[in-house]
T-cell receptor, first 114, second 113 residues
Framework: EAGVAQSPRYKIIEKRQSVAFWCNPI?????LYWYQQILGQGPKLLIQ????????DSQLPKDRFSAERLKGVDSTLKIQPAKLEDSAVYLC????????????FGPGTRLTVT | GQSLEQPSEVTAVEGAIVQINCTYQ??????LSWYQQHDGGAPTFLSY????GLEETGRFSSFLSRSDSYGYLLLQELQMKDSASYFC??????????????FGDGTTLTVKP
Protein backbone atom coordinates (compact mmCIF):
# COMPACT_ATOMS: atom_id res chain seq x y z
CA GLU A 1 0.00 0.00 0.00
CA ALA A 2 1.45 3.35 -1.01
CA GLY A 3 1.94 5.87 1.78
CA VAL A 4 1.13 9.57 1.94
CA ALA A 5 3.01 11.44 -0.77
CA GLN A 6 4.15 15.04 -0.46
CA SER A 7 6.09 17.40 -2.66
CA PRO A 8 8.36 19.20 -2.70
CA ARG A 9 10.55 17.81 0.07
CA TYR A 10 12.47 21.05 0.52
CA LYS A 11 11.77 24.64 -0.41
CA ILE A 12 13.70 27.83 0.20
CA ILE A 13 11.99 31.15 -0.54
CA GLU A 14 12.39 34.77 0.40
CA LYS A 15 9.90 36.52 2.65
CA ARG A 16 6.86 37.91 0.86
CA GLN A 17 7.11 35.22 -1.83
CA SER A 18 4.46 32.55 -2.29
CA VAL A 19 4.78 28.78 -2.04
CA ALA A 20 2.53 25.77 -2.52
CA PHE A 21 2.71 22.26 -1.14
CA TRP A 22 1.01 19.17 -2.52
CA CYS A 23 -0.27 16.07 -0.75
CA ASN A 24 -1.72 12.79 -1.98
CA PRO A 25 -3.20 10.74 0.88
CA ILE A 26 -3.48 6.99 1.22
CA UNK A 27 -6.16 5.62 -1.07
CA UNK A 28 -9.48 5.36 0.73
CA UNK A 29 -8.60 7.79 3.52
CA UNK A 30 -11.36 10.37 3.59
CA UNK A 31 -9.74 12.51 6.29
CA LEU A 32 -6.73 14.66 5.43
CA TYR A 33 -4.77 16.88 7.80
CA TRP A 34 -2.16 19.60 7.27
CA TYR A 35 0.17 20.26 10.19
CA GLN A 36 2.92 22.78 10.81
CA GLN A 37 5.83 21.49 12.87
CA ILE A 38 8.33 24.02 14.15
CA LEU A 39 11.67 22.61 15.32
CA GLY A 40 11.40 21.26 18.85
CA GLN A 41 7.59 21.31 18.91
CA GLY A 42 4.80 18.93 18.16
CA PRO A 43 2.74 19.05 14.98
CA LYS A 44 0.17 21.85 15.07
CA LEU A 45 -3.04 21.30 13.12
CA LEU A 46 -3.62 23.89 10.42
CA ILE A 47 -6.60 22.40 8.63
CA GLN A 48 -8.55 19.16 8.51
CA UNK A 49 -10.67 17.95 5.59
CA UNK A 50 -13.19 15.15 5.40
CA UNK A 51 -13.56 14.36 1.71
CA UNK A 52 -13.57 17.83 0.15
CA UNK A 53 -15.16 19.62 3.11
CA UNK A 54 -13.32 21.56 5.81
CA UNK A 55 -13.81 20.11 9.30
CA UNK A 56 -11.52 22.45 11.22
CA ASP A 57 -9.41 25.41 10.13
CA SER A 58 -9.44 27.35 13.38
CA GLN A 59 -5.64 27.53 13.54
CA LEU A 60 -5.04 28.39 9.89
CA PRO A 61 -3.76 31.99 9.45
CA LYS A 62 -6.31 32.75 6.79
CA ASP A 63 -4.79 36.10 5.84
CA ARG A 64 -1.86 34.26 4.27
CA PHE A 65 -2.59 30.51 4.23
CA SER A 66 -5.11 28.72 2.07
CA ALA A 67 -5.82 25.06 1.39
CA GLU A 68 -8.09 23.10 -0.86
CA ARG A 69 -9.07 19.53 -1.58
CA LEU A 70 -11.23 19.91 -4.62
CA LYS A 71 -11.98 16.30 -5.57
CA GLY A 72 -11.70 14.83 -2.10
CA VAL A 73 -8.32 13.25 -2.81
CA ASP A 74 -5.25 15.44 -3.42
CA SER A 75 -4.76 18.62 -1.46
CA THR A 76 -2.68 21.76 -1.79
CA LEU A 77 -1.60 24.18 0.93
CA LYS A 78 -0.50 27.66 -0.11
CA ILE A 79 1.26 30.46 1.71
CA GLN A 80 1.12 33.96 0.26
CA PRO A 81 2.99 36.03 1.29
CA ALA A 82 5.44 34.06 3.39
CA LYS A 83 6.95 35.39 6.61
CA LEU A 84 10.14 34.39 8.37
CA GLU A 85 8.12 32.67 11.11
CA ASP A 86 6.60 30.31 8.53
CA SER A 87 9.89 28.41 8.42
CA ALA A 88 8.88 24.91 9.53
CA VAL A 89 8.13 21.41 8.30
CA TYR A 90 4.67 21.08 6.78
CA LEU A 91 3.26 17.62 7.31
CA CYS A 92 0.32 16.06 5.57
CA UNK A 93 -1.47 13.14 7.20
CA UNK A 94 -4.48 11.02 6.37
CA UNK A 95 -6.73 8.60 8.18
CA UNK A 96 -9.90 6.61 7.89
CA UNK A 97 -12.82 8.55 9.32
CA UNK A 98 -13.47 5.89 11.96
CA UNK A 99 -9.78 5.63 12.89
CA UNK A 100 -8.85 9.29 13.35
CA UNK A 101 -6.60 8.19 16.20
CA UNK A 102 -4.30 6.43 13.71
CA UNK A 103 -2.93 8.99 11.31
CA UNK A 104 -0.44 8.24 8.56
CA PHE A 105 2.05 11.00 7.83
CA GLY A 106 3.88 11.94 4.68
CA PRO A 107 7.60 12.79 4.70
CA GLY A 108 6.87 16.51 5.01
CA THR A 109 8.09 19.62 3.26
CA ARG A 110 10.84 21.55 4.98
CA LEU A 111 10.27 25.25 4.26
CA THR A 112 12.94 27.85 4.88
CA VAL A 113 11.95 31.51 4.54
CA THR A 114 14.90 33.90 4.29
CA GLY B 1 -8.80 24.68 24.44
CA GLN B 2 -6.68 21.60 24.49
CA SER B 3 -3.21 21.08 25.90
CA LEU B 4 -0.96 18.09 26.49
CA GLU B 5 2.08 18.14 28.75
CA GLN B 6 5.07 15.82 28.36
CA PRO B 7 8.61 15.90 29.74
CA SER B 8 10.94 17.42 27.16
CA GLU B 9 13.75 14.87 27.51
CA VAL B 10 14.36 11.40 28.89
CA THR B 11 17.61 9.42 28.87
CA ALA B 12 18.00 5.69 29.47
CA VAL B 13 20.45 2.90 28.77
CA GLU B 14 20.10 0.07 26.31
CA GLY B 15 18.06 -2.82 27.68
CA ALA B 16 16.33 -0.70 30.30
CA ILE B 17 12.66 0.29 30.66
CA VAL B 18 11.49 3.88 30.30
CA GLN B 19 8.14 5.54 30.90
CA ILE B 20 7.05 8.71 29.11
CA ASN B 21 4.19 10.51 30.81
CA CYS B 22 1.47 12.69 29.31
CA THR B 23 -1.14 14.76 31.09
CA TYR B 24 -3.91 16.42 29.15
CA GLN B 25 -6.56 19.09 29.43
CA UNK B 26 -9.18 18.93 26.72
CA UNK B 27 -12.68 20.23 26.16
CA UNK B 28 -13.67 16.81 24.90
CA UNK B 29 -11.71 13.59 25.19
CA UNK B 30 -11.90 10.71 22.75
CA UNK B 31 -8.76 8.75 23.60
CA LEU B 32 -4.98 9.13 23.61
CA SER B 33 -2.62 8.20 20.79
CA TRP B 34 1.15 7.88 20.76
CA TYR B 35 3.50 8.57 17.85
CA GLN B 36 7.23 8.11 17.29
CA GLN B 37 9.30 10.49 15.20
CA HIS B 38 12.94 9.93 14.34
CA ASP B 39 15.07 12.95 13.61
CA GLY B 40 14.24 14.21 10.13
CA GLY B 41 11.45 11.67 9.72
CA ALA B 42 7.67 11.67 9.83
CA PRO B 43 5.62 10.71 12.89
CA THR B 44 4.51 7.09 12.90
CA PHE B 45 1.59 5.74 14.91
CA LEU B 46 2.46 3.51 17.87
CA SER B 47 -0.57 2.98 20.06
CA TYR B 48 -4.04 4.18 21.06
CA UNK B 49 -6.04 3.98 24.26
CA UNK B 50 -9.77 4.67 24.15
CA UNK B 51 -10.48 3.18 27.55
CA UNK B 52 -8.67 3.04 30.89
CA GLY B 53 -5.98 0.43 31.23
CA LEU B 54 -2.95 -0.95 29.50
CA GLU B 55 -2.54 -1.72 25.81
CA GLU B 56 0.47 -3.84 24.86
CA THR B 57 2.11 -3.96 21.44
CA GLY B 58 5.36 -5.86 21.53
CA ARG B 59 8.01 -3.93 23.46
CA PHE B 60 5.72 -0.89 23.69
CA SER B 61 2.76 -0.49 26.04
CA SER B 62 0.46 2.45 26.62
CA PHE B 63 -1.67 3.23 29.64
CA LEU B 64 -4.59 5.56 30.17
CA SER B 65 -6.40 6.84 33.26
CA ARG B 66 -9.32 9.07 32.27
CA SER B 67 -10.08 10.02 35.86
CA ASP B 68 -6.53 11.39 36.26
CA SER B 69 -6.33 12.87 32.71
CA TYR B 70 -3.07 10.97 32.43
CA GLY B 71 -1.41 8.44 30.23
CA TYR B 72 2.01 7.01 29.61
CA LEU B 73 4.03 5.12 27.04
CA LEU B 74 6.21 2.32 28.35
CA LEU B 75 9.16 1.14 26.31
CA GLN B 76 10.84 -2.09 27.38
CA GLU B 77 14.14 -3.68 26.39
CA LEU B 78 15.33 -0.38 24.99
CA GLN B 79 17.36 -0.46 21.81
CA MET B 80 19.51 2.24 20.26
CA LYS B 81 16.97 2.59 17.44
CA ASP B 82 14.37 3.71 20.00
CA SER B 83 16.17 7.06 20.26
CA ALA B 84 13.53 9.40 18.86
CA SER B 85 10.84 11.88 19.87
CA TYR B 86 7.59 10.54 21.24
CA PHE B 87 4.34 12.48 21.06
CA CYS B 88 1.05 11.96 22.80
CA UNK B 89 -1.96 13.19 20.88
CA UNK B 90 -5.68 13.62 21.30
CA UNK B 91 -7.51 12.82 18.08
CA UNK B 92 -10.60 14.53 16.79
CA UNK B 93 -13.79 12.69 17.69
CA UNK B 94 -14.37 9.68 15.53
CA UNK B 95 -17.33 9.79 13.12
CA UNK B 96 -18.46 13.30 14.04
CA UNK B 97 -15.06 14.96 13.58
CA UNK B 98 -15.77 17.09 16.62
CA UNK B 99 -12.81 18.43 18.54
CA UNK B 100 -9.40 19.12 17.11
CA UNK B 101 -6.45 16.78 16.55
CA UNK B 102 -3.86 18.03 19.07
CA PHE B 103 -0.30 16.89 19.74
CA GLY B 104 1.96 17.44 22.71
CA ASP B 105 5.39 18.99 22.16
CA GLY B 106 7.07 15.63 22.41
CA THR B 107 9.62 13.87 24.60
CA THR B 108 13.08 13.29 23.19
CA LEU B 109 14.34 9.87 24.25
CA THR B 110 18.05 9.24 24.14
CA VAL B 111 19.16 5.64 24.53
CA LYS B 112 22.79 5.23 25.59
CA PRO B 113 24.89 2.08 25.23
Amino acid sequence: EAGVAQSPRYKIIEKRQSVAFWCNPISGHATLYWYQQILGQGPKLLIQFQNNGVVDDSQLPKDRFSAERLKGVDSTLKIQPAKLEDSAVYLCASSLVVRAYEQYFGPGTRLTVT
Amino acid sequence: GQSLEQPSEVTAVEGAIVQINCTYQTSGFYGLSWYQQHDGGAPTFLSYNALDGLEETGRFSSFLSRSDSYGYLLLQELQMKDSASYFCAVPNRINTNAGKSTFGDGTTLTVKP
